[in-house]
Structures are given as structure tokens and as C-alpha cells.
Antibody
Framework: QVQLKESGPGLVKASGTLSLTCSVS?????????WAWVRQPPGKGLEWLGE???????NDNPSLKSRVSLFIDNSNNRFSLRLSSVTAADTATYYC???????????WGQGTLVTVSS | SYELTQPRSVSVALGQTARISCGRD??????VHWYQQKSGQAPVMVIYRDNNRPSGIPERFSGSNSGDTATLTINRAQVEDEADYYC????????FGGGTKLTVL
């Protein structure tokens, strides 16, 4: 049973960089899945931020205007998100997830709330 | 904005059938997946590849996908089905619908 767990600061200053790591257990991060970040502002819907493959290939949400950087650490079975130039609008619960392009998202982290302070 | 169009809310009487739509041009040509999210919890997959239920999901959940609309159907809706529902597909990246709040009356 694969498990994902997000870690990182729960409070980030406006104009700074949000950094989160997702640790994966129960499955190798190298394989046939994409590893994704999804966020959810309070009271709003899910927003896909981007995803990374074990080769380092990435897809990201163009609406975030290149503020997203994704990294993968195959040796330690984890992947990371950096979101630059944050504002209050980036306050959200951030989830990491495992995606199969044909089978959907079968595993989610528990989510971590990140608040951007002014 | 969302590339997959869902109604913001759907209401259903207890024990009746709820249908939640997800629209996009020619969505029938792609696999659609559905997630249930209850308050304060991470989403859970309830349908994958248009019409398949993961292990542990009740049989009252079903899906279809044709033309420009995918549909999640919940037969004999129960109080515990009250939640937000999201459709999702992959097209050189992940796409989510805006979500539908299901209320069971």
C-alpha cells in the first residue's frame, strides 16, 4: 500500500518561496507513475499545480506563470515543490499524489495547510 | 477557470438517484476519473477509467462517458454520500473539474 506524506513550513511570508517535500513509502518513485502536486484554497476546488516523472520530465499548470518548480529525488524516494513569489492567494492545503495517466490518481497524501502571511 | 465543466451543486432526495455531469468537447475520447471529497479530508477515487469502481467503493456508484459529457451516477443516495465530487482526466497534464457539492435531502 503506497503512502505519501507532505512536509514543509506551514507559514510562508508573502513574496517568498513555498517549499514542500512529499515522501513516498510502499512504492518506488521510479516506475510508470507521475508524481503530482494539487492544492485547494479554503472553501474552493482542487487545482493541479504540476507533476514530475522519474526521468525529471515535468508538466505544470500554465496559469501559475512559471512560478512552479518540481524536483525528484529517486535515491530517497521523494519529490518536491517550490512555488515562488507567493501571495495570500497561494494560501491552501497542498496535497501530493500519485498519478497514472490512464488509471487516475490512486493515492493522495493527507494534505498540509500552508498559510501565506503579509 | 476549469477546462472541465461541472454544476456547482446537485441535490438529491435520500434513496433517489443523483447524477453529476462533467463536460468538455469530445470528453468521450478520454478516460475520466471521479473523486469524492468529504470536509477536511483528502479526495478519494470513486470511479476510474469512466466506469470502474475501486475496491471498497459501494456498487451504487457508477460512471459513463460519451460525446461531450461524462456522468457520475449515485443510485439510492445515502446521507454519507454528501460530499464534493470532482472529475479528472489526463491530457499532457492533469485537469480537474471545478467540483460539485452533492446535498442529500
Amino acid at each position: 500500500q503506497v503512502q505519501l506524506k507532505e512536509s514543509g513550513p506551514g507559514l510562508v511570508k508573502a513574496s517568498g518561496t513555498l517549499s514542500l517535500t512529499c515522501s513516498v513509502s510502499g512504492d518506488s518513485i521510479t516506475g510508470s507513475h507521475w508524481w503530482a502536486w494539487v492544492r485547494q484554497p479554503p472553501g474552493k476546488g482542487l487545482e493541479w499545480l504540476g507533476e514530475i516523472y522519474d526521468s525529471g520530465s515535468t508538466n505544470d499548470n500554465p496559469s501559475l506563470k512559471s512560478r512552479v518548480s518540481l524536483f525528484i529525488d529517486n535515491s530517497n524516494n521523494r519529490f518536491s515543490l517550490r512555488l515562488s513569489s507567493v501571495t495570500a492567494a497561494d494560501t491552501a492545503t497542498y496535497y501530493c499524489a500519485r498519478i497514472d495517466i490512464n488509471w487516475g490518481i490512486d493515492s493522495w497524501g493527507q494534505g498540509t495547510l500552508v498559510t501565506v502571511s503579509s | 477557470s476549469y477546462e472541465l465543466t461541472q454544476p456547482r451543486s446537485v441535490s438529491v432526495a435520500l434513496g433517489q438517484t443523483a447524477r453529476i455531469s462533467c463536460g468538455r468537447d469530445n470528453i468521450g475520447g478520454q478516460y475520466v476519473h471521479w473523486y469524492q471529497q468529504k470536509s477536511g479530508q483528502a479526495p478519494v477515487m470513486v470511479i476510474y477509467r469512466d466506469n470502474n469502481r475501486p475496491s471498497g467503493i459501494p456498487e451504487r456508484f457508477s460512471g459513463s462517458n460519451s460525446g461531450d459529457t461524462a456522468t457520475l451516477t449515485i443510485n439510492r443516495a445515502q446521507v454519507e454520500d454528501e460530499a464534493d465530487y470532482y472529475c479528472q482526466l489526463w491530457n499532457s497534464g492533469t485537469v480537474f473539474g471545478g467540483g460539485t457539492k452533492l446535498t442529500v435531502l
